[in-house]
């Protein structure tokens, strides 16, 4: 996963800044704004509920469980900072909106962490289905 990710960033980094932080309340299709860039962010629990399933929501984190089966792809999506953890990996193939495409091999066992994450879709073209928990950060302040 931590493959995944990196490689994600570094060609996600190439169609956007990725220093500009969006707010993870904010639902699909609503713009966020930061020094002038403008992020369309779409929700991969609502884009792809078949995929994404809620496990735990509260004031600090949201926790989403990622299941892509052999041959099966998920929605346009995008995702708040977050991290992950693979529980079960495989070969995927990540589509970026800049009509790029890149090959990852998730290892389970592997946790990461990553930064907002723009705009994608996952299709699993290994052989074993693919489940990862995702713990997506809504405040990095201490709540008080």
Known sequence: MRKLFSAALLCIG?????????SVGNKDNVAS??????????????????NF???????YVRVLEYTLNPGQKDHWHTHPPKSSYVVSGGQLKIYLENDSSFIATDTAGTASWMDYVGKHYVENIGT?????????????????
């Open 33 to 50: 704004k930061n020094s002038g860039v403008h992020h369309i962010n779409r929700d991969a629990l609502t884009a792809s509920p078949e």
């Open 128 to 144: 074993t289905p693919v489940k990862v928990i995702l713990t997506e950060i809504k405040s990095l302040q201490q709540q008080k």
């Open 53 to 59: 399933k809620l496990l735990l929501e509260n004031e």
């Open 14 to 22: 190439l169609s956007c800044n990725l220093d500009n932080k969006t």
